[in-house]
C-alpha cells in the first residue's frame, strides 16, 4: 500500500463520527429582545439609581456619606461601568426605604 492511499483511508474513517447538536437555545427568553439589546443591564441600574438619587435630593457626595459608598463608586455605577455586588443592593434599597424587589423593579 501506498503511504498516500493508507494516510487517505485514514481521513475517511472521521466522517463517521457522530454530528454535533446545534446549540442549545437560550434560557433567558423572558427578557425581550429589545431590552437585551439596547441596553446592559448595569447601564439600566445605574439610571434607576440616579433617578432615585435625584428624587431623593441629594448628591453623589451626600449619598457617599449616607450610604458608607464611595462616592466615585457611586458615579461609576450610575454611568454603568460599574457593576455593584447584592450587599450594596441591599444597601442602597435600604438607604432608599425599599425592598430589593422595589430597587430593581422595571430594569
Known sequence: MHPTSFVASSLDNRSSAPPVPPPKQSSVS???AER???TYIADRFGIRLRT??????MT????????????SFI???ERGKKAISLPLLEVIAIG???TMSDLLADI
Open 52 to 57: 432615585l438619587r435625584k428624587a431623593s435630593g
Open 36 to 38: 437585551a439589546s439596547s
Open 60 to 71: 453623589q457626595l451626600e449619598m457617599s456619606i449616607e450610604f458608607g459608598i464611595d462616592r
Open 96 to 98: 432608599f426605604g425599599l
Open 75 to 77: 458615579s461609576d455605577v
Open 30 to 32: 423572558w427578557l425581550s
